[in-house]
C-alpha cells in the first residue's frame, strides 16, 4: 500500500507535509524505510517495488539493495504516531480523526468497518452464515407482515384483507378445526414467498370479506407448516382444502374465483 493521502491529515502544516511526503507516491509515509546511501526516507512499499525495476536509489541512483534499507528513524516515526488522521471509513461516514499511531486499532474496532456478503448481500459479521442471515431476513419480513395484517385489521377504512383469515400452527390448526362444530372451513395453502399478492391471494380475500360469517377461512403457509401440508396431502400451492366436520369434502388447485365459490357454495 502506498503512502497516505495528506487531506486525510485535517491540521499537518505545509512544512510537516513536505517533510514526511514520500517522492515516488507523493503521499505521506506508509511504513518509512530509510535508504544507507543518503538517509532519505520512502514507503516500504514504494521504495520495495522501486528496487524490484532498479538497483540505484531513487534519490542520489548510487547502488541500493532491499537489504540496505531500513527502519526509519524513531524520531520520525514517533512524531508521525502524533499526527491526526481521518479514519478509514471517512467515505462511509466515520467521522473520528484518530492519532495516527492509534490507527490500526480504531480501523479493526470502527463501526463503520462493515463488510457486506458478496454471496447474500447482509452485513458480514463474525462467523456469518449465508443461511442463517437470509432466514432471519425472512422471519423480519414476516413479523413486519403480520403487523401490517395486524393494523389493517383494525383500520376503519381498510379495505377486507386476508387477515380476516387466520395463520396458524398446528396445535391451532387443529383447535380451529374442532371449534368450526358444522362449519364449512376453507384452508388456503399457500406458499408465502411465491403467492404473495399473486392472484390466489385476491380470490382468497374476496371470498373471507364476502363469507366470513358463513365460513371459516384459515391460511397456512407450507414454508412454516409443512406438517399440516402433508397430513392434508398438499403438494402444490395454492391449494384450497374445504373441510366440514373435520373431514376433507372437496380441493382445489387452482385459482380460479368461480370455481372456488361453486364448491364453497356446494358445501355450505
Ligand atoms: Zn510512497
Ligand atoms: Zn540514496
Ligand atoms: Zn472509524
Ligand atoms: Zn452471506
Redesign the pocket.
Known sequence: MPGYSSDRFPDLSAEDRDEYTCSICHEIFNTPVTTSCCLQTFCDDCITEWLETNNTCPYDRKRLTASELSRASRVLVNTMGRFKIRCDYWDKGCRQVIKFDKLPQHTINCSYNITM?V??E?V?TSG?D?IE?LRAEIAALKLALSDRDHNNRYHPLSIPSTSNAKRLGKSDFHGQLSGACGKLVVVYFYDFWVDLGKKSDSVFTIMCAELANEVLFLKVDVDDNEDIATDHKVSVMPTFILIKNKQKVDELSSTNETKLRQLIRKHM
Do not use: I
Open positions: 456478503c454471496k447474500c447482509h458480514m456469518h449465508c442471515s
